[in-house]
């Protein structure tokens, strides 16, 4: 299985800011997931990861917003943009063995926009 | 999209107690997952399960893939059984998730 370390693991920031959220993984990986999960809701894909290339992002997130990078097959980060109170989520990078197989979370980042 | 649902959508179970959670899926898919998201927030996957049945210690999953649904059986529950469960499926890279069952196991 894979061990993902995620920072920070909680921030408050003041709206109009932005935070940037690290996702460190024990081992090369193609493709890392970025989710949101709005307080008391289910998961959210915001976009895929692959190095080398632009992330993939899903309907109702954009670049602007949540801009992605993705330097090699072990790191990246997603950075949450003018931010306001509506963007208080646990923010979770995940990766997944290939093929389709079991997907493995990193510890989540707990924000809090005020 | 695809469409997950997730029943019942909340639990509260005394110690000792079994339990099964049923997750429906709308269609045909290839990955089919059980996560368990402790008070914390960390999620834990539990089950790589897209058919068959597999069993880990006190917990057991079955998915009937033809039939579009899967089973999360919870036997002897104990408080550290308590969270959020999650059942996602896939049919190509990305997993869709459902809205989660909330269990509370009291002592």
């Known amino acids: 299985s894979a061990v993902i370390s995620q920072k920070p693991s909680r921030d408050i920031c003041q709206r109009g800011t932005s935070l940037t959220i690290q996702c460190q993984v024990d081992?090369?990986?193609?493709?890392m997931f970025w989710y949101r999960q709005q307080p008391g809701q289910s998961l959210t894909l915001i976009a895929t990861?692959?190095?080398?290339?632009?992330?993939?992002?899903e309907s109702g997130f954009v670049i602007d917003k949540f801009p992605i990078s993705r330097p090699n097959l072990t790191f990246s980060t997603l950075t949450v943009s003018n931010m306001s109170p509506e963007d208080s989520s646990i923010y979770l990078c995940s990766v997944d063995q290939g093929g389709r197989t079991r997907a493995f979370f990193g510890q989540g980042t707990r924000l809090t926009v005020v | 999209g695809i469409q997950v649902e997730q029943s019942p959508p909340d639990l509260i179970l005394q110690e000792g107690a079994n339990s099964t959670l049923r997750c429906n899926f709308s269609?045909?898919?290839?990955?089919l997952q059980w996560f368990h998201q402790n008070p914390w927030g960390q999620l834990i996957n539990l089950f790589y399960i897209p058919s068959g049945t597999k069993q880990n210690g006190r917990l057991s999953a079955t998915t009937v893939a033809t039939e579009r649904y899967s089973l999360l059986y919870i036997s002897s529950s104990q408080t550290t059984d308590s969270g959020v469960y999650f059942c996602a499926v896939g049919g190509s890279e990305k997993l869709v998730f459902g809205k989660g069952m909330k269990l509370t196991v009291n002592p």
């Open positions: 990861a692959n190095q080398g290339s632009e992330a993939t992002y």
């Open positions: 081992s090369q990986v193609t493709m």
């Open positions: 269609d045909s898919v290839n990955n």
